[in-house]
């Protein structure tokens, strides 16, 4: 908090600078008192440091040395401690524990410690909804204009009004395919799941299997999971799934994909060790030809960039089948978030480089950097420059033609569910030929009527 003496000295600045600017006749724009207010606010923060953790993955860390540096360019006397790491959360786990955790973390969706759902249960983070009430940094509108619409809903993760999350990155997710390959030998890029495993016999024919993914890291198939049973039972489906209803998972839309799973297995399509597989070991095996798909998310271009590939390598997006021609399709949106642990030693400074993320300069910086697509409605305009027009087509599939998905699940109260370990990890049984589709369902149905028994006794 601001003494006394530093308030005074504050108001009597800006009434030094409004009497100059009365003594020549002239008033002061709003956009000139923003900048004074604005070099007052950055002094405040100078000989302060900021501790970023952030976790890194597809989109490298070039970004976040970058902004790091234009950061503390921009507020002088701040210093930026960067730790980047694919296993950040790990690294921070002994420091949360003793309460002494950095000042902002950047995570990916896809992290499986169950240390977010962890700190959001035990409230370790941070309310941020002034942050986004309040104004932007580089315009004097309310910060959450700015993000793509509907988008904050999804940083409600307790349901209780209050938004803990920054969204930061989005991508669709789907299968991912070499469009040279496809186009050199007269492939129709399948509309149904039927033609899809019906490739299944051409890829063998040319040496190749039809379908690969991050084996040790089976979450990858939600890109092409939830959109099915979207497009089967609607939303509705995916929302009972969510929120841990009973036989959400016995549904005929969760039945229905968990069969084209099989299939792809019981008919040999699955490319051979897949299972067994490192998320970057399955991607370099499709870069080279190994296989006709693999799902994933746009990330995936600079996440493999330098990895040897098949020769004329172009980049494909597709949008996951649907069951019948004709039925509404749907794409996965990922969605990574920056979050401020409540025990946070600067947390002013933590909230002042949570909006600096949303300026339009540094979006587009982070585009530049990572090819990333920040959740800003102008943040695709923005890396349209900075990506591959089969990348960029992809986002506008998501935005215009398919229905977009971000799945999220209900955080029961006093309860976290590692869905990776719960959900995923069964349906390598299936990946592998060893578990039916019965099976599955009930081994997942058991897990979710855990979640509703020990979430109804706490409650």
Same mark, same amino acid.
Not at 46 to 63: C, P, R, S, T
Not at 129 to 139: H, R
């Given at each position: 908090?601001?003494?006394?003496?530093?308030? @005074?000295?504050?108001?009597?600045?800006a009434g030094?600078i409004?009497?100059?600017?009365?003594?020549t006749?002239?008033?002061?724009?709003d956009?000139?008192?923003?900048?004074?207010?604005?070099?007052?606010?950055?002094?405040?923060?100078? +000989?302060?440091?900021?501790?970023?953790?952030?976790?890194?993955?597809?989109q490298?860390?070039?970004?976040w040395l970058?902004?790091k540096?234009?950061f503390?360019?921009?507020?002088?006397?701040v210093?930026?401690?960067?730790?980047?790491?694919?296993?950040?959360?790990?690294?921070?786990k002994p420091?949360?524990?003793?309460g +002494?955790?950095?000042?902002?973390?950047?995570?990916? &969706?896809?992290?499986?410690?169950?240390?977010?759902e962890?700190?959001?249960?035990d409230?370790l983070l =941070?309310?941020?909804? $002034?942050?986004f009430?309040?104004?932007?940094?580089?315009? &004097?509108?309310p910060?959450?204009?700015?993000?793509?619409d509907?988008?904050l809903?999804?940083?409600n993760?307790?349901? $209780?009004?209050?938004?803990?999350?920054?969204?930061f990155?989005?991508?669709?997710?789907?299968?991912?395919? +070499?469009?040279?390959l496809?186009?050199?030998?007269?492939?129709? =890029?399948p509309?149904?799941? $039927?033609?899809?495993?019906?490739?299944?016999?051409?890829?063998k024919?040319d040496?190749r299997?039809?379908f690969?993914?991050?084996g040790?890291?089976?979450?990858? =198939?939600?890109?092409?999971?939830?959109?099915s049973?979207?497009?089967?039972?609607g !939303?509705?489906d995916?929302w009972?799934?969510?929120?841990y209803?009973k036989?959400?998972?016995? *549904?005929?839309?969760?039945?229905?994909?968990?069969?084209?799973?099989?299939?792809?297995a019981q008919?040999?399509?699955? !490319?051979?060790?897949?299972?067994k597989l490192?998320?970057?070991?399955? &991607?370099?095996?499709?870069?080279?030809? @190994?296989a006709l798909?693999?799902?994933?998310?746009?990330?995936?271009?600079?996440?493999?960039?330098?990895?040897?590939?098949?020769?004329?390598?172009?980049?494909g997006?597709?949008?996951?089948?649907?069951?019948? @021609?004709?039925d509404?399709?749907?794409?996965?949106?990922? =969605?990574?978030?920056?979050?401020?642990?409540?025990k946070a030693?600067?947390?002013?400074?933590?909230?002042?480089?949570?909006?600096?993320?949303?300026?339009?300069?540094?979006?587009?910086?982070?585009?530049?950097?990572?090819?990333?697509?920040?959740?800003?409605? +102008?943040?695709?305009?923005?890396?349209?420059?900075?990506? *591959?027009?089969?990348?960029?087509d992809?986002?506008q599939?998501s935005?215009?033609d398919?229905?977009?998905?971000v799945? &999220?699940?209900?955080?029961?109260?006093?309860l976290?569910?590692?869905?990776?370990?719960?959900?995923?990890?069964? %349906?390598?049984?299936l !990946?592998s030929?060893?578990?039916t589709v019965k099976?599955w369902?009930?081994?997942?149905e058991?897990?979710?009527k855990?979640?509703?028994?020990? *979430?109804? *006794? %706490?409650?």
């Amino acid at each position: 908090m601001k003494s006394m003496e530093s308030i @005074k000295n504050s108001l009597i600045f800006a009434g030094v600078i409004l009497l100059l600017w009365a003594s020549t006749g002239c008033t002061p724009s709003d956009s000139s008192l923003s900048k004074i207010q604005s070099s007052q606010v950055k002094h405040e923060f100078a +000989n302060k440091i900021l501790n970023l953790a952030v976790f890194e993955g597809g989109q490298g860390k070039d970004y976040w040395l970058a902004v790091k540096q234009r950061f503390e360019s921009d507020y002088p006397g701040v210093t930026v401690n960067l730790t980047a790491s694919p296993k950040i959360m790990e690294i921070l786990k002994p420091q949360i524990a003793v309460g +002494n955790p950095p000042d902002i973390i950047y995570i990916s &969706q896809s992290e499986t410690t169950g240390m977010i759902e962890e700190m959001l249960r035990d409230k370790l983070l =941070l309310d941020l909804t $002034d942050v986004f009430e309040g104004n932007a940094l580089d315009n &004097q509108e309310p910060l959450k204009n700015k993000m793509l619409d509907g988008i904050l809903d999804y940083a409600n993760p307790l349901g $209780d009004g209050k938004i803990y999350a920054a969204p930061f990155y989005t991508s669709p997710m789907g299968l991912i395919y +070499n469009k040279t390959l496809f186009e050199k030998k007269g492939w129709k =890029l399948p509309e149904t799941w $039927d033609e899809f495993l019906k490739l299944g016999e051409l890829a063998k024919k040319d040496g190749r299997s039809l379908f690969t993914y991050q084996g040790l890291f089976p979450g990858y =198939l939600e890109s092409i999971f939830w959109p099915s049973v979207a497009s089967v039972g609607g !939303m509705e489906d995916v929302w009972k799934a969510e929120n841990y209803e009973k036989d959400a998972f016995r *549904s005929d839309s969760v039945r229905l994909i968990a069969e084209v799973l099989s299939a792809i297995a019981q008919k040999g399509y699955v !490319m051979p060790g897949t299972v067994k597989l490192s998320h970057t070991q399955a &991607q370099a095996a499709f870069l080279q030809g @190994k296989a006709l798909f693999i799902p994933c998310g746009i990330w995936i271009e600079n996440e493999m960039k330098g990895t040897p590939r098949e020769e004329g390598f172009e980049f494909g997006f597709l949008a996951p089948p649907v069951f019948n @021609k004709g039925d509404q399709r749907y794409v996965m949106s990922y =969605l990574d978030s920056l979050f401020i642990p409540a025990k946070a030693k600067n947390i002013e400074l933590a909230k002042e480089f949570l909006r600096y993320q949303y300026n339009d300069d540094i979006v587009q910086l982070n585009a530049e950097k990572s090819k990333g697509i920040v959740t800003v409605k +102008n943040g695709l305009e923005i890396v349209k420059p900075y990506t *591959s027009p089969i990348f960029y087509d992809s986002v506008q599939i998501s935005q215009k033609d398919v229905a977009p998905i971000v799945f &999220q699940w209900k955080q029961a109260s006093q309860l976290v569910i590692k869905d990776v370990e719960a959900i995923w990890n069964p %349906i390598t049984g299936l !990946m592998s030929n060893t578990l039916t589709v019965k099976k599955w369902q009930d081994e997942v149905e058991k897990i979710t009527k855990s979640v509703r028994e020990l *979430s109804s *006794s %706490i409650e």
